[in-house]
């Protein structure tokens, strides 16, 4: 009898031994969220997880398929085009406009334009950034385009300033009545224009150049 029992819990700790998980052979588990929820854009190198060398298949690979759809979408003046959209419909979509002559191959601008994106460059101009902000991180004042037309607030034109010339900003005013009627049409206005501050202009959308 004494043999049996002995045999029996012998068995038992051999099949424990079997069952019990191997800790040092056991997977880690990736946190993907550092990986693909990164909303740092800096421009003319990288946007997030894509590099201006990004195909569109590289994006699904960095995004997964599910996160990543086509449309079409709007450039102003009438003029469409077919984009890559990531995190379609949500507050964090971007559009990525291709090449024409490379289409799906070769990036021509990245666009961002939701107003609660958490996107943000790395002299952290975001939508929402106040023109006072950007003439601080510029360094010095710059000139942007007038309101009410297609090109509506655009500017790229830095002055000199370290704000990069591939990074074109949309600007909007926080007191649209304050804009007329000197802020209006087709024609560049200085940073510094007396109507500017009571305007409360912010960033928009954000377009970022390869």
């Not at 550092?34 to 960095?62: R, V």
């Not at 007396?194 to 390869?210: C, Y």
């Given at each position: ?182 802020l209006l049409g087709d024609s560049l206005f200085p940073s510094n224009h ?17």
């Open positions: 009898m004494k043999n049996i029992v002995f045999l029996f819990f012998l068995i038992l700790t051999i099949s424990c031994q079997f069952d019990a998980p191997d800790k040092a052979h056991t997977p880690k588990v990736v946190d993907a969220s550092k990986a693909i929820f990164n909303w740092t854009c800096i421009p003319g190198e990288k946007i997030g997880l894509i590099s201006k060398s990004f195909t569109e298949g590289d994006i699904i690979k960095a995004y997964g398929v599910e996160n990543v759809s086509r449309k079409e979408v709007g450039l102003g003046e009438g003029e469409m085009a077919n984009a890559t959209v990531v995190f379609p419909n949500t507050e964090n979509e971007l559009a990525i406009i291709w090449n024409r002559s490379q289409p799906y191959k070769v990036i021509e601008q990245i666009l961002i334009d939701h107003p609660d994106a958490s996107w943000a460059t790395n002299q952290g101009i975001g939508i929402g950034t106040t023109l006072e902000e950007l003439v601080k991180i510029n360094g010095k004042d710059f000139q942007f385009a007038g309101f009410e037309w297609d090109n509506s607030g655009y500017t790229n034109a830095w002055e000199g300033g370290i704000i990069p010339q591939s990074l074109v900003v949309y600007l909007e005013p926080s007191k649209p009545e304050a804009i007329y009627p000197d007396p109507k500017v501050k009571e305007a409360g202009l912010k960033v928009r959308g954000l377009a970022f150049r390869f």
